[in-house]
């Protein structure tokens, strides 16, 4: 007998239909004879909708508040699946964040999960019941009601499989899983069959929209398996675990493109110790997220250089409102932004024990005429500005290039 | 300083405006300088709404999930009304009834409150802070959600004031208080400025439903003084407390009329003892509340008598269904039912010390042509079953009779 542990997003159960239909799926889970614990989003619309009347009263609403509304989109899904699991007969309990033990900091609206005391879930299952846990949510050592921010469900799904010591967590959502490209883009893309923590992070940062990094983060630190799969159909998912030996016989476990990026260039900087500090500090003070930074060396003699920065497309005039003055006063020529640009990336593992990924990937993209921009890596990561118009035709390129679309 | 404990009901409620208006009312209170406890009902239909959802999944839903379900109406309820008086500058934490330890028995749904533990609840007030806490809704000690049925929420505001012992208790809701009678059928009924809890709680259950029996029945128990007032307008409304002698002075405090009875009449049963008990055994096992019983003398000799009984009208064909084999059984006449009648009371301590109001009473319906069918009095209460189509014009001749139109 496992333990498995099954989360279902906002979509999944956007209503009573679709409640019904995650209750037979725990309901076949449970009659193979598995424990079942299932943690579960706000039904879709729901937290929107609590928030609109938040606004109609206040527009800067409490935290501490907002937590106490919002946790009750929650509280109505485990409900409503706890009556659709005893009207196929099976023993059902629901439990709040709160009386599922998960206790959290707080820091309402995005608290971190401090720990997890899962005996009341183990007394359920024990009692036959399958437990179905509020996502989301939690509560302070001294019982203040908190929310755990975005892809929250996931955190508690992965925390309580942690604290449960449970043999598999699935994550039910829209998509199918990780693919080795976004399919819509390119037809030849695969189904990742199993994919490192690290990979999977990698995948996430660079805009691939499956799950948020810190749920990742926290199964990479508790180890806990997990599997990402759809709730509108049967088949297999992507299985998200460590890294093993075997996964490295694979140069590249996906491609990943975002279209949705922008470039700042500052011509002409002052090349000395500071200004690239203050320029990134002024930055982040304005809250704007800086992705690749890339400055070019000095020539020698030299006392000026260039630096540029890609960033989402939608701060772009935002961060060129707070560089210009900042320009005039390095005494720079001044700011060039460039729309219309992507960024590819090529993920791995197999990279570390591989060498020539970048060179390969440099070739397919010479191969097809595509221009590089910027270039920037890490360990199981390369990724490059190029052209949005041939952004398309270059994943393709890169993801033919190591043989992506053949796997299985 | 005064600590006031204030109820808002659903329609109070019903959407952020008047959520608003709810807080510039507390605001106004706080300001006067006393501490202020809230205590509010989910919108209206929001537990309509929610009870919907449920019945799309199952008929008849668990208990406990019901109650995990409809507890989140009210807490929605108490972080938009913490945020309306954030918006007013004004401190305010609101509370689920778990947090503002309200401690139940686990009877789900109908669950009896069992102790009220306000230890949080002071610290807040000390802190300045305006407390608004969840009606309807409880924990039991081991951490499950309860609500406490119909009327829950004046439940807790009483229960609540009597726990922190507050000064005063008041009861927001869509009528001005009460009235010595239904001021849509007695044009000259006045508003009631103070009533006895045991008037207050014959005239609940005679069908003035301002306010449930049990949390009046709370409030006397425990000697919670509670004001019913409009939540709508500024006019006083009516106290409700322990009786004084003052009390008495007045004969009758009000008249009410209940045009939905039904009346049953099995005539020629036999005249032995266990024959009416196996009768409303029956009845009661079927979940029919009986109102009026009146059983004739039978005469001398005579071994057999005749027995009526009134009902809620609605519940008339159920009725005449589980009696009907029994009246064969004792080999009665059969069964005559009749529609079309009315009760109309007289509610007063000051019976107690005055003669004649009968007398007085049936006066007043003589002089009108009214013909009484039953009678059926009580310590403070006088009731008559009489014709429907002259109920209206017989409340105004007792309404008149016993001076009530002339009030203040």
Request: aromatic share 4%; glycine share 8%; charged share 25%.
């Amino acid at each position: 007998m496992a333990l498995i542990v099954q989360k279902y997003g906002g979509t999944s159960v956007g209503n009573t239909e679709r409640i019904k239909n995650v209750a037979g799926r725990v309901a076949a889970t449970k009659q193979a004879g598995n424990q079942v614990v299932v943690v579960v989003s706000a039904m879709s619309g729901v937290t929107d909708s609590l928030i609109k009347l938040a606004k109609e009263i206040q527009e800067l609403p409490n935290e501490r508040e907002m937590d106490m509304l919002l946790a009750t989109g929650e509280q109505t899904t485990i409900a409503l699946t706890a009556m659709a699991l005893h009207a196929l007969g099976h023993k059902a309990v629901s439990l709040t964040g709160a009386q599922a033990g998960i206790v959290t900091d707080g820091v309402h609206t995005k608290a971190k999960i401090a720990n997890i005391t899962p005996k009341r879930c183990h007394e359920l299952l024990d009692a036959g019941h399958v437990v179905i846990v509020a996502g989301f949510q939690g509560e302070t050592p001294d019982q203040q009601i908190t929310t755990l921010g975005r892809g929250g469900s996931d955190l508690t799904a992965i925390a309580l499989a942690a604290a449960l010591k449970a043999d598999l967590c699935q994550i039910f959502t829209d998509v199918d899983g990780v693919y080795t490209a976004d399919p819509r883009i390119v037809k030849s893309a695969q189904k990742i069959p199993v994919i490192s923590y690290d990979e999977m992070l990698e995948m996430a940062s660079l805009g691939s929209k499956v799950m948020q990094s810190r749920s990742v983060e926290f199964a990479k630190k508790f180890g806990v398996v997990f599997e990402v799969r759809s709730s509108f159909n049967d088949n297999p998912g992507t299985i998200v675990k460590e890294e093993t030996k075997q996964m490295e016989d694979v140069v590249i476990r996906g491609v990943s493109l975002d279209r949705n990026q922008a470039k700042v260039t500052i011509a002409h900087v002052p090349d000395r110790p500071g200004v690239a500090a203050k320029m990134f500090r002024t930055l982040g003070n304005a809250a704007i997220n800086i992705d690749m930074i890339v400055q070019n060396v000095s020539a020698k003699g030299e006392k000026h250089t260039e630096i540029s920065f890609t960033l989402d497309k939608a701060e772009l005039a935002k961060a060129k409102k707070v560089m210009e003055p900042l320009a005039k006063e390095f005494g720079a020529e001044g700011i060039r932004t460039t729309e219309g640009i992507a960024k590819l990336s090529v993920v791995g593992v197999g990279m570390r024990s591989h060498s020539g990924v970048a060179a390969a990937m440099f070739e397919a993209l010479a191969e097809t005429g595509v221009n590089i921009e910027m270039i920037s890596t890490s360990e199981i990561k390369i990724s490059v500005v190029i052209d949005l118009e041939r952004a398309e035709k270059a994943a393709h390129a890169v993801h033919e290039k190591f043989g992506l679309g053949k796997l299985k």
